[in-house]
């Protein structure tokens, strides 16, 4: 247990306990352990147990590695640029789903035209 966990008043911790009961078929000592191993995230106890193979537990702040600012400016704009990678193939995606759909709509209406035409003959 560290710090933040010790300034949770008792009746909170109890809250928070019932409240994982409620929501999963742990026990009291077991929501009370899994709560103490999730730093009482009620999500992640909740999500752990709808999800028991996604076994990543959260981490303290100093226990997370801290890339330094070129690694951040990199990963932001590798973010960036598949963002707007994504958009534009959708949107080109969605502009060729228009074309065929007019291009369809343009057969059919002829089509039309020369069955009526025939039709009057």
């Known amino acids: 247990m560290n710090n933040s966990t010790n300034n949770i008043p008792i009746h909170i911790k109890k809250n928070l306990i019932n409240v994982v009961m409620r929501q ?7 929501a ?9 995230e009620v999500m992640d106890v909740i999500r752990n147990f709808m999800n028991p193979d996604n076994n990543v ?5 100093e226990d997370t590695i801290v890339t330094n600012v070129h690694q951040q400016k990199f990963t932001e704009i590798r973010k960036m640029m ?3 990678s994504n958009r534009y193939r959708k949107q080109k995606e969605m502009e060729e789903y ?9 057969d059919q209406r002829n089509k039309a035209g020369q ?6 003959k």
């Open 24 to 30: 999963t078929d742990y026990d009291q000592k077991m």
């Open 32 to 40: 009370e352990t899994k709560l103490e191993d999730y730093n009482y």
């Open 57 to 61: 537990k959260k981490q303290n702040n």
């Open 82 to 84: 598949d963002d707007a």
């Open 98 to 106: 228009r074309q065929r759909m007019q291009q369809q709509y343009l």
């Open 115 to 120: 069955n009526l035409k025939n039709n009057i």
